[in-house]
């Protein structure tokens, strides 16, 4: 439930954030739209004055040519006086000089004045040919302008209706978030009515049990004050049972960290040893190659000393292997007794004591590479740079060693490290682990930008870039595995530094004595339940039988008596302690719960506020809450008016349906009183049974695990056994095809030698034959010699 509210409250969060941003982004579109529409006005405004001026031009160019027209046929009128003048002026020559000069000043101020009026005539045209040829390019110009803002304001207009769209979609998306979250607030309101009518019934059965649980404890002191003579729980020191129980999801805790711890060790360990070595094999590259020219011996003793990392480095891995080994289900891991720490400091030591021995071979032999005749300034200045961070790495592994040799010392000397600066040093610790990965970031980003450099030069070798990019990637690695122990270690700061044993009614911190009690108990309670489920015979002897009856008739039987009910009291005290405890924490849990739902219901009526926007809302919603505050008032007080109805007649056995009267007040008292008694002897015979049961249950549920595990384990064993059997059919036919092959190649050599040995005796028995014959020859013809 809780985190379907808070997925809804992320969900709304969101909208409310986009639907802000669209809010805004509508606004800057919409000042746009205006202002493109205000432009366009104005150009249009523009527009038309530019065609009212020439509208006035056009009507000013038919006035010039209508006066144009009126001068030219004036020129004609005065050419035609003119005409008729000269001739005239030629049939009067004989009457004398004065109208021919008066002619002739007439006709050169004619002249002038035509000349004047040609001149003007063309300066107009010219003036009108230009405002003509400037008003067609305003007027292409403006219409151009004219369609861009057309365009423009589409686009904006296409723009403000996708906007409007998604801002519909948005509203209405918003309209239906708010209905389903005013459906939650009234589902969450009525289970705030409930969990407020559960809180003041438990603060009921509080006050009720507070109550009982104080005449009791009252009682049981009165009888320890006058019955119990001595009391040794008041002193720690001398109390023996002031052991505290094994924690066993402590153990589980702590095997899976120092796992998951020593998987990061490896890599660790994986990346310092890459490093170390490509570093070594740079050395006999780089500023020299080797395989050239002799290096110098700074760097001879260099690689000598890096050569020698994984005495150094191997250690680390092993020595936190057999720290995970020692850390079992069974044991108790505290810095106390965790003796395997110090052999892992021990190797961190030495480990950081080989840092330091070879730091100033590293500064040395970046030295050596910027006295190079090719190094650049910038490639002196990175070198530089890798000096300062090898320098940062082995100071942060010398603080590291620091602070792993005292985590290590209560191990060895009780006491050494007071438990107020554990907590101190486990900080410490988590703060030099991050500035360790900060340190091999900044040398891995160094060297990356010293090889981009490096590849730059021209004397620079296949051999080197290999090399060079392997001890990157080895650093890659560095900072990758720093930086999941980094943060592995800061998420389980707070199981480092929290005591899993302490001491009941101490906040002394456990020894290994103690530790060694613990085991010890441990050991013989799974005895005990062990032998509580066999079956012993229980038989006493005789004399052991007397011995008992005699020292039971010589005690009292008060002693017996006070000693049962000293027993039972205290019985008593605990559980109901324990009560006690459980309903507080109830109390303490509902309160919590309370005030989590009051302040989600008031940030959701707050959301709900600001999502409406309005004063409106907010009254009407303001009323809502007061009107259901109102019914969660009157809901409590009639159910607080039943509960007191009901305890008015009812009680702690059950209902009485007889009239209370004052004759049978005293027999109805007595029967409760023996009903109540029955009861509760029962109730104590119930609760012995469920400690037995629930005793017995956690030993069948560690025989279940221990089986469990016998069966994985089987299991394991069969898979590796039936892999085993598999391999073992495997060879058996693999030998069994093999023996047929050599049986049938045997059968074929012993055939061939059969048929060979056939043949060996046909031929002998032929050469008998033939040795035979021939003896028979020669004999016969020795007695052919003989009787000749």
Not at 189 to 215: H, V
Not at 464 to 478: D, E, I, N, R, Y
Not at 564 to 591: D, M, N
Request: include cysteine; charge should be neutral.
């Amino acid at each position: 439930m809780m985190a379907n509210v808070t997925d809804l409250q992320t969900k709304y969060s969101k909208l409310a954030q986009e639907y802000s941003k669209l809010r805004a982004q509508n606004q800057v579109l919409k000042k746009a739209v205006v202002d493109e529409q205000a432009n366009s006005a104005a150009l249009k405004e523009q527009l038309k004055q530019r065609e009212q001026s020439l509208r006035k031009q056009e009507q000013e160019m038919d006035s010039l040519s209508f006066r144009n027209q009126q001068l030219a046929k004036r020129v004609e009128l005065l050419q035609e006086e003119l005409v008729v003048s000269e001739t005239k002026g030629k049939k009067g020559k004989s009457k004398g000089d004065s109208p021919s000069q008066h002619g002739l000043q007439t006709q050169s101020v004619f002249d002038e004045d035509l000349q004047k009026k040609i001149e003007e005539n063309e300066r107009l045209h010219i003036q009108f040919y230009e405002a003509d040829e400037q008003h067609r390019r305003q007027e292409a110009a403006l219409k151009a302008r004219l369609e861009e803002l057309d365009k423009e304001s589409k686009e904006h207009q296409s723009v403000v209706d996708e906007l409007t769209t998604k801002y519909m979609e948005t509203t209405e998306r918003l309209q239906g978030d708010k209905a389903r979250l005013e459906v939650k607030v009234q589902t969450l309101e009525r289970e705030t009515k409930e969990c407020r009518m559960r809180t003041e019934e438990c603060q009921q059965q509080l006050r009720r049990c507070q109550s009982e649980l104080n005449r009791q404890v009252k009682q049981s002191s009165s009888v320890i004050q006058e019955k119990v003579p001595f009391n040794d729980t008041k002193y720690s020191d001398y109390n023996s049972l002031n052991v505290p129980p094994h924690n066993r999801r402590h153990q589980l805790k702590a095997r899976d960290v120092t796992g998951q711890a020593l998987s990061f060790i490896q890599d660790l360990v994986a990346a310092l040893l890459n490093f170390h070595t490509y570093t070594e094999q740079r050395v006999h590259i780089y500023p020299r190659d080797s395989s050239i020219e002799p290096i110098s011996p700074l760097n001879q003793k260099f690689s000598q000393y890096l050569h020698e990392n994984a005495a150094y480095v191997r250690p680390l891995e092993d020595s936190f292997l057999q720290l995970h080994q020692s850390i079992t289900e069974d044991t108790v891991t505290i810095l106390e007794t965790v003796v395997k720490l110090k052999g892992f400091a021990d190797t961190f030591s030495s480990y950081c004591c080989f840092l330091q021995k070879i730091l100033p071979y590293q500064l040395k032999s970046l030295e050596e590479e910027c006295e190079a005749s090719l190094c650049s300034a910038a490639l002196t200045a990175k070198n530089q740079e890798l000096q300062n961070d090898m320098k940062r790495v082995t100071s942060v592994f010398d603080k590291l060693r620091n602070y792993m040799n005292m985590l290590a010392l209560p191990s060895v000397q009780q006491d050494a490290v007071p438990q107020s600066s554990i907590s101190a040093v486990f900080t410490q610790l988590a703060a030099c682990l991050h500035s360790l990965h900060d340190a091999v970031k900044e040398l891995s980003k160094h060297y990356s930008q010293k090889a981009s450099l490096e590849q730059e030069l021209p004397t620079v070798t296949q051999k080197l870039c290999t090399t060079t990019q392997c001890l990157l990637g080895s650093l890659a690695s560095l900072t990758s595995s720093t930086g999941k122990i980094a943060t592995f270690y800061s998420n389980n700061l707070d199981f480092f530094t929290s005591s899993g044993y302490t001491p009941k009614g101490s906040g002394l911190t456990l020894n290994p004595l103690q530790a060694e009690n613990m085991l010890a108990n441990k050991k013989k309670a799974a005895a005990y339940i062990c032998a509580i489920q066999k079956p012993r015979p229980q038989s006493v002897p005789y004399r052991e039988a007397l011995s008992n009856r005699r020292i039971l008739t010589s005690s009292t039987e008060s002693r017996e008596g006070l000693t049962q009910q000293v027993q039972q009291s205290l019985e008593k005290i605990t559980r109901l302690e324990q009560e006690k405890e459980h309903w507080l924490l109830e109390a303490q849990l509902g309160k919590v719960r309370l005030e989590k739902e009051n302040q989600r219901i008031a940030e959701l009526e707050i959301q709900l506020a600001a999502a409406l926007g309005g004063n409106l809302n907010l009254q009407t919603s303001g009323g809502s809450v007061s009107d259901l505050s109102n019914e969660e008032t009157t809901s409590t007080t009639e159910q607080k008016t039943t509960a007191k109805e009901t305890t008015l007649c009812t009680s702690l056995v059950g209902m009485l349906c007889t009239t209370p009267t004052v004759e049978n007040a005293g027999d109805e008292e007595s029967r409760e009183q023996l009903i109540k008694t029955h009861y509760m002897t029962r109730v104590g015979e119930l609760t012995t049974q469920l400690q037995i049961s629930d005793s017995k249950a956690v030993h069948f549920y560690s025989e279940c695990r221990a089986l469990a595990k016998r069966l994985s384990i089987a299991e394991k064993t069969r898979e590796s056994l039936g892999e085993e059997v598999k391999l073992a059919t495997q060879d058996i036919t693999r030998l069994q095809d093999e023996l047929t092959t050599t049986k049938r190649s045997y059968e074929d050599q012993l055939s061939m030698m059969s048929d060979h040995l056939c043949s060996m005796n046909d031929t002998l028995s032929k050469q008998r034959e033939e040795i035979d014959t021939l003896k028979l020859g020669s004999k016969g013809n020795a007695k052919k010699n003989k009787g000749r």
